[in-house]
């Protein structure tokens, strides 16, 4: 076993006692950080950032440094399994991901390779994460994570962000066979990809359903918690963290997967997820990220606010979604301190 | 008294009984039409059309004609306000809408014009009302609207859309004091564009809070149900529909405006929102828009689903968004018809 000097985090994740709610940020607290901006700008791009595992290592231990957050994530993107499943994609600065080719049939679906290594095409990620392990050297865990298969089919399908997602939807209802062979095929490749993030060293995997609020409640049931309760039931190794933004009508399901945590964006009321959810998850959550464009001391009051909705049960303090690029470090700091700084009862 | 031929959609709104579920689409059944896009091609842009009351009257009435549904909508746009308040906007092609000046700050507000004649500066849009009901004469009610505060205020401060809208909500948290009064000014505003609509023929309003969804419950509350609260208590003239896109944790809330109907979107579930809502508001919506992606027999399906959790109580038949503009026309039929033959236990 690992001697982690915070172990914080992943004793609230197995719902064991703690002393006061740990912190972090979603998704990578470091890009708000100048330290991260000056490695960023030597680079061609973002892409390359999670390419080079010395360099991503080094961004993901910097909000471990820089802000005192309790836990790590490692840099990376969701869109990483695509890329490794044959659909490149580059990032358009001020746009986000775009992709080239995208997939809408069963004949382009059986087009793709068939046997990858997923191990093998994600080498940096692992690599990322080993290197990551040996620098923090047990300061504070490592979170691990990848797309959920929905939010994954999301870009595959539409290439793009977009407003309403409405190509990808469309599929689910035009092509459910279709929809459902590919979500398989993201599925299996998660699996295999959050297997081999533990196996280097993450602690704790989370899965990002970032686009789960855009179906409805029977669509989100059939074509998303579907293919999240798959992976949470392989993912035996290590916690599994589940947050699908948006799908606040999916609680009650959502409490049943076989994992640990749940995160719930700031859309959600904290007593109400956990009437919802039950005594024995651990949510994360939720602060409106938009909080933090506030005073110092309107921090303080909204932290302490959802500090006290936790009323002493399992809960990780974090925003309700990442945080924004051009939120001042400091007011993230206020935001961590005042986590730190709040006695549980 | 007005002699309606079809007042379906009236006598839902009012609680009377009636033979079958009233049926219309958000926002503009038109735009999905052949006879739509010939006029629209004729023209310099979206918004010459909106300024332009024969026209404006004439896509308002295609889909009556040609799709048959039970109420027109006067083709207009929710952003016609923040140019009567004196900030123009532009409408850019696939982009949506662009406003080259925002407003940020008490001076800039103060800056604006302080006498405003509403009616005077949105004269076009009352025009295109009278025309379309001397043209319609009698067949379908006509619905007007607005933007609800909070949404109109997203885009006076933002200026054009975002997936975040973070400019705007940092300004909820960052100037409360600004906030509030750009949302008065908006709010009286409205008020008596309302007014204005129904003096001239609108037999109901609905106000769109499109970007209700981004705030959490405590700041929609502040910020969003306080302002629709004010509109729904001064228009006594004709029945409010209200329609708070993505607030489902609002409904217990919207439930004791001053309205007769309630819109809800695709992700809301129709038992509980009719439980959170009570028997004594109309419910409007909401079959997910992409529905209409499916085959015929896919979209009779589901508009089935939608018409029996509807449990023979106060219901309009709706999509839970606006219709998406690359739909084909035979399937929109396809939902309306399926209403239409829908009995009533």
């Known amino acids: 076993m690992e001697n982690l000097q915070n172990d914080l985090l992943l004793r609230m ?14 998704r990578q607290a470091g ?12 680079l061609s791009g973002f892409i390359e950032l999670v390419t080079t595992p010395e360099l991503a290592a080094e961004v993901t231990i910097q909000p471990v440094d820089l802000l005192g957050v309790d836990a790590a994530i490692i840099f990376s993107d969701i869109l990483v399994i695509p890329e490794a499943l044959g659909l490149d994609y580059e990032m358009i600065e001020k746009k986000g991901p775009f992709f080239p080719k995208t997939i809408s049939s069963m004949e382009e679906l059986n087009a793709l390779d068939k046997e990858i290594d997923i191990q093998e095409r994600l080498w940096y990620v692992i690599e990322a994460i080993k290197i990551t392990k040996r620098e923090l050297n047990g300061r504070v ?3 691990g994570f990848a797309g959920a298969p929905w939010t994954i089919f999301c870009y595959m399908t539409e290439g793009q962000g977009s407003k309403t997602f409405s190509k990808a939807k469309r599929l689910l209802y035009a092509d459910p066979e279709f929809s459902h062979a590919l979500l ?4 299996d490749a998660t699996i295999t990809y959050l297997k081999a993030q533990i196996a280097a060293g993450a ?5 990002f359903d970032s686009w789960a609020g855009i179906l409805s409640p029977s669509m989100y049931s059939e074509f998303g918690t579907k293919y999240v309760s798959k992976i949470c039931d392989a993912i035996n190794e290590a916690p599994v963290t589940v947050f699908a933004k948006g799908a606040y009508y999916a609680r009650k399901e959502l409490a049943n997967l076989n994992c640990e ?9 904290v007593k109400e997820s956990r009437e919802l959810i039950g005594p024995n998850k651990t949510i994360q959550g939720n602060l409106d990220p938009c909080a933090l464009y506030g005073s110092f001391q309107t921090i303080e009051e909204k932290t302490k606010n959802m500090l006290n909705s936790f009323a002493n049960q399992r809960h990780i303090a974090n925003l309700g979604h990442g945080v924004y690029p051009d939120i001042n470090p400091e007011k993230v700091k206020c935001f961590i301190e005042t986590v730190k700084g709040f006695e549980k009862n």
Chains 1, 2 share one sequence.
């Open 203 to 207: 602690n704790i995997v989370q899965l």
């Open 184 to 187: 398989s095929k993201i599925t």
């Open 261 to 269: 945590t749940i995160g719930i964006d700031w859309n959600m009321d």
């Open 141 to 143: 865990p490592l979170i």
């Open 13 to 26: 994740v197995n719902g064991e006692s703690t002393e006061r709610y740990p912190v972090w940020l979603m």
């Open 31 to 42: 890009r708000i950080l100048p330290e991260y901006r000056a490695v960023r700008s030597k």
